[in-house]
């Protein structure tokens, strides 16, 4: 049975689905693989690389999808090629589902297809599959480099005969996977770092990394809704949003760095700094907004530009981060698919020359989360 790894379209996206690593493991599973030619050329994986590892290469796309049982991806499949699927065919990738306009095409094709964000998180099982968790991760990192790169001063304090040079300061909104990880990284650089989120359970988590905690005020009824929602984000009331706006607005006058990562899944990034703020900002400041790609948590930000406000204040759209990461990022990704591939498999039963068998099935509390279209039909509840 055959696993495809299609190419993205690098102009847009450096990572692979699978690496010359995840091929070898897939094989140990028993499966064959067939990767699209350059698929893993922007991760730094040669296509020599995959045929060391027991992999065939395909010219074309179209011929990895005619081949393959199963189509791994990075990002949806190109209009152009869901034309090639065939009904039983597997799709696995982040196919962002709640934005995706192919999924009427896939129900019609008969393609049962897996949106990997749609993972139960809290599964103690399936954790070893959240690429949500391994993305943001790296992403919160590398939103810390790409600032420092931005600023014009350093994020260390140093003491110099010329004169003290003071600790930037930098203040994280959203306080999730990627934003605990460019807590501990402006850290590490010697920042003095401020952070927020809705959650008011991430507040123990900002103070052990030595943040300091920006506390909004919330109503009793708010901290009982906070708490009923399983760690998750919830909607905020107005009162609440414009207390938040407050607080981050007198932050921000104060900051040197702003990096935005809060997200709503299945829905527009709520806008956490406003025009007005922006404007009370110092210039030479720089807000790396990682929600750009989903609307935005600033205002005035571009997805994959970087904007200079009139007042000096440099605004970078950074809407997908991870595809700077391409190696690492890959690497965790492919690792990702391969748990979840692994739960696809059909029991061995007693004989053991039985060939390689799927079993999917909806009623399993993973494959029923992701599954997005399946036999024939969208599954996927509207938000
Ligand atoms: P995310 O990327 O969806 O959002 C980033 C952060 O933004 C979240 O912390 C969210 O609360 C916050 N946010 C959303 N709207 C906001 C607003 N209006 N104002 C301020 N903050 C706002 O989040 P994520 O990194 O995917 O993590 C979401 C939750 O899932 C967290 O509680 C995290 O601890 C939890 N999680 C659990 C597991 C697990 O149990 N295995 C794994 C990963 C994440």
Do not use: C
């Not at 495809?4 to 070898?24: F, H, L, M, N, W």
């Not at 981060?321 to 029991?347: G, R």
């Not at 009623?363 to 599954?371: H, M, R, S, T, V």
Request: no cysteine; hydrophobic share 45%.
């Amino acid at each position: 049975m055959k696993i495809g790894v299609i190419s993205a379209d690098i102009t847009s996206e450096s990572r692979v689905a699978i690496t010359p690593d995840a091929v070898k493991k897939l094989r140990k599973l028993g499966f064959e693989v067939v990767i699209q030619s350059g698929a893993g050329q922007a991760a730094y994986y040669a296509d020599e690389l995959y045929q060391a590892a027991g992999a065939d290469i395909a010219s074309s796309r179209t011929e990895v999808i005619t081949q393959s049982k199963i189509i791994t991806t990075v990002n949806d499949l190109p209009a152009e090629a869901t034309e090639s699927l065939s009904s039983g065919q597997i799709v696995i990738g982040m196919l962002d589902p709640y934005r995706n306009t192919q999924l009427d095409t896939y129900a019609a094709k008969g393609a049962t297809v897996f949106a990997m964000e749609l993972l139960p998180r809290t599964l103690s099982r399936a954790q070893n599959m959240d690429v949500l968790s391994s993305q943001a991760n790296l992403a919160g990192y590398k939103a810390v480099l790409l600032a420092a790169n931005e600023y014009s001063r350093p994020f260390p304090m140093f003491m110099t005969s010329a004169g003290t040079v003071k600790p930037a300061k930098v203040v994280i909104l959203g306080v999730g996977v990627a934003g605990l990880q460019a807590i501990a990284t402006a850290k590490r650089l010697g920042a003095v770092v401020e952070a927020s989120d809705l959650r008011p359970t991430a507040r123990e988590q900002v103070e052990s990394l030595g943040g300091k905690w920006l506390d909004v005020p919330m109503s009793a009824e708010e901290a009982e809704t906070a708490k009923s929602t399983g760690g998750y984000a919830w909607t905020p009331s107005e009162q609440y949003v414009k207390d938040q706006a407050a607080v981050v607005d007198k932050a921000l006058s104060n900051a040197d760095i702003v990096i935005t990562t809060a997200q709503i899944p299945g829905r527009n990034a709520p806008r956490l700094v406003h025009g007005a703020t922006l404007a009370k900002m110092k210039a030479g400041s720089v807000l790396i907004d990682m929600a750009a790609g989903t609307g935005g948590n600033v205002e005035g930000s571009v997805p994959n530009e970087t904007i200079t406000t009139d007042n000096g204040v440099r605004i970078v759209g950074a809407a997908n981060i991870p595809s700077m990461l391409a190696a690492q990022s890959s690497d965790l990704y492919a690792n990702n698919l391969v748990n979840f591939i692994t739960t696809l498999i059909a029991p061995a039963g007693d004989d053991a020359s039985a060939s390689l068998a799927l079993n999917v099935d909806m009623e399993d509390e993973i494959q029923g989360a992701l599954a997005v279209t399946h036999d024939s039909q969208v599954r996927l509840a509207k938000r």
